[in-house]
Nanobody, 123 residues
């Protein structure tokens, strides 16, 4: 089991950058696969990026490739999402997720979720 606390969201102008951070509890963090998802009002939760337990396998949604970077520091029990070249359509609540079934783009494969952090990108 793991508990997740997210931070770093906020309001940014189009073309700007934000770095989201997810702090995980417990010393077993390194055994979890981690993912970032987002959900806009009236939309289903969608996959953003994922990283496996070792950090060697990374997956991105097509719409963020070249703009977002996921990373993890198992020593600090954190996972980061660096977001560059933000667009208004990136506006959503961003969620950190942890799972033990393998790195996945499917929300149902994750067992633990953070509370979410709001990202708003203005035109």
């Amino acid at each position: 089991q793991v508990q997740l606390v997210e931070s770093g969201g906020g309001l940014v102008q189009a073309g700007g950058s934000l770095r989201l951070s997810c702090a995980a509890s417990g010393r077993t963090f390194s055994s979890y696969n981690m993912g970032w998802f987002r959900q806009a009002p009236g939309k289903e939760r969608e996959f953003v990026a994922a990283i496996n337990w070792s950090g060697r396998m990374i997956y991105y949604a097509d719409f963020v490739k070249g703009r977002f970077t996921i990373s993890r520091d198992n020593g600090k029990n954190t996972v980061l999402l660096q977001m560059n070249s933000l667009k208004p359509e990136d506006t959503a609540v961003y969620y950190c997720a942890a799972g033990g079934v393998g790195s996945s783009k499917y929300a149902g494969d994750y067992d633990h979720w953070g509370q979410g952090t709001q990202v708003t990108v203005s035109s």
